[in-house]
């Protein structure tokens, strides 16, 4: 289910963080208490066999998380795009697979801060791990928001 807010989001438990892409999609899990994130390799599109909606349920129910966080790429005057409109779209189509409160979160700027995160590595290494960092940039951001909102 899709929720507005973080007010219902689970306080505790761990919690996956998702940067859907056309050609890859990011992923990153924090552990139980929240303070580590972990990037997990991306999930890449073509080869997908079965659709990225189920491939990340799949990976939520083996991760044990409790709630699922998209990052939501809006402009930067945070009016919704074509890619917003998609990656809502996604998240809906997510919502059959798995039964997991879901929230979106902007992303503005997310893959900057990633890209930075990584420091100065080969353009092909920043291809391959940038979905996912910037999974771990919006989790951390998202982790962020609801220690704000609940302290």
Known sequence: ??????????????????????RRTG????????????????????QAGASVAQQIA???????????????PLRMDG????????????????????DLPIVFIDETLTSAAAQENMGRVRISDIKRGLDS???????ENAIAVMGRLHN
């Open 79 to 98: 009016t919704a795009s074509e890619t917003t409109d998609a990656v809502r779209r996604w998240g809906t189509e997510l919502c059959t697979y798995v």
């Open 58 to 72: 799949d990976l939520a129910r083996a991760e044990n998380v409790v709630g699922i966080v998209i990052g939501l």
């Open 27 to 46: 992923v990153a899990v924090s552990d139980a208490s929240r303070e580590f994130v972990f990037v997990r390799p991306p999930i890449i599109t073509r």
């Open 1 to 22: 289910m899709i929720l507005p807010n973080f007010n219902d989001f689970p306080r505790t438990g761990r919690i996956m963080g998702v940067d859907w892409g056309a």
């Open 133 to 139: 960092e910037s999974a771990r940039v919006i989790l």
